[in-house]
């Protein structure tokens, strides 16, 4: 019939060994039962011997101890094969984690081989050398705000800024070399202003 909604299939995540480990465990339980099965029949085997060495049956008795003895030795084997396949389910189990740290290992590898072709040892070198004299320059900038210049900086500041404005004259308030006491039209200088009248009458 197809897929109804005609999308493709998604692949499938099981793998080799997933599957290698899922039939170790299916022969691993199989064998379990077995061995339980093999258990209860000597227990029931072991009540019925006592039973035939109560009729005086010691022969078949004894035939059934050996038997019991022989299914001793089939259990034995059987929990040896059951501790092979734990062994070799953890062994596929922890190779598999194994093969995963390698796949990111590697991947983290190839991260940093396309981030090496990137970035060369002479940019770093550029960059670092460009952070070097930009921290250095800052530092520079730092102590001009401080008050760290000297006589020399403050004449080549001054002349930077003559060479920014073109050689053209800026325009500066003149600075007064008098203290003002008080300010225009207060009374010494309307005093004055009556010292010279009267002086220009007088004449």
């Known amino acids: 019939m197809g897929n109804v909604f005609g999308g493709k299939s998604r692949p499938s995540r099981v793998t080799e060994q997933d599957k290698a480990v899922l039939q170790l465990k299916q022969q691993r339980d199989k064998l379990k039962q077995y061995q339980k099965r093999i258990t209860l029949h000597q227990e029931k085997e072991h009540l019925l011997a006592k039973q035939l060495l109560k009729d005086g049956r010691k022969e078949k008795a004894l035939l059934l101890l050996k038997k019991k003895r022989y299914q001793d030795q089939l259990l034995d084997k059987t929990e040896n094969q059951i501790s092979n396949i734990e062994r070799m389910v953890q062994d596929i189990e922890f190779m598999q984690i194994e093969l995963k740290v390698i796949e990111g290992l590697q991947a983290g ?95």
């Open 109 to 203: 590898n190839d991260c940093l081989k396309s981030m090496h072709q990137i970035m060369s040892i002479e940019d770093v070198e550029r960059i670092l050398d460009e952070t070097q004299e930009a921290i250095e320059y800052q530092k520079q900038i730092d102590d001009m705000l401080a008050g760290a210049l000297t006589q020399e900086d403050e004449d080549a500041v001054l002349a930077e800024l003559e060479a920014i404005t073109g050689g053209e004259d800026v325009a500066l308030p003149e600075v007064p070399t008098e203290p003002i006491t008080e300010a225009a039209g207060t009374q010494p200088e309307r005093r004055r202003a009556k010292n010279t009248e009267r002086e220009m009458l007088s004449a």
